[in-house]
């Protein structure tokens, strides 16, 4: 493990690794609003994400197929169970401004007053609204989602972390995190085959093989 500008551990860099979130701009990490801005005005490329690491603005690539039908198949099921007044979103920016970091969750479930009421480079989902999030891996970026994420969503607490993680090295698994207290979560579930329940205010089996089956 490495350690960002701020001290913080993240994982090895993936650089060069095929499918890996390529840099874009190193705004001054005490700089909230340029980190902000340097996003906004810099994009990502047609079907890529762009999110604020400890590396600075960094685009996410497009995901697999594996990857976009564990995202489908999740956003099904929760569809059968959200109220109304709830949104299921794919591509939602969740900002943490007080650690600098901004992520965008493969699916999250927010509450729609949360959402942002005009566009702008400041005009963003804070993470501590979201219900649940859903992070699946990618080969290059997996470590991100199983650390770096954990431990922002726990801090913000978020009270449902659900990651699919297509690249176990114990084999593909998915794992449901939950009553966060400070720095991760205090309970965690992992399954590789069967079902596995989102618990209230969801209250939803999905089967995990479904999710987490061979990568693609």
Not at 148 to 170: C, F, N, Q
């Amino acid at each position: 493990m490495s350690r960002d500008p701020r001290g913080e551990d993240r994982p090895p860099d993936a650089s060069g690794t095929a499918g890996a979130a390529e840099a874009v701009t190193s705004a001054p990490y005490s700089d909230w609003t340029s980190l902000l801005r340097a996003r906004y005005e810099t994009g990502a490329p047609e079907g890529w994400r762009s999110e604020i690491r400890a590396e600075g603005v960094l685009a996410v690539p497009p995901p697999s197929a594996a990857h976009s039908g564990a995202a489908e198949e999740t956003q099904c099921a929760l569809y059968r169970v959200v109220p109304a007044e709830w949104g299921i979103y794919q591509t939602l920016s969740l900002a943490f401004p007080l650690e600098r970091r901004l992520f965008v969750p493969d699916l999250v479930v927010v509450p729609r007053t949360a959402l942002p009421r005009r566009d702008g480079p400041e005009s963003l989902t804070p993470g501590s609204a979201a219900l649940l999030v859903v992070e699946i891996t990618s080969k290059a970026d997996a470590d991100h989602d199983r650390i770096v994420k954990r431990r922002h969503y726990a801090r913000a607490g978020i009270p449902l972390y659900l990651l699919i993680d297509h690249w176990d090295p114990r084999g593909p698994g998915v794992t449901l995190l939950s009553r966060p207290g400070g720095e991760d979560y205090d309970d965690s579930h992992r399954v590789s085959s069967g079902p596995i329940t989102i618990p209230e205010p969801f209250n939803v089996r999905i089967d995990s093989c479904r999710l987490a089956g061979p990568p693609a």
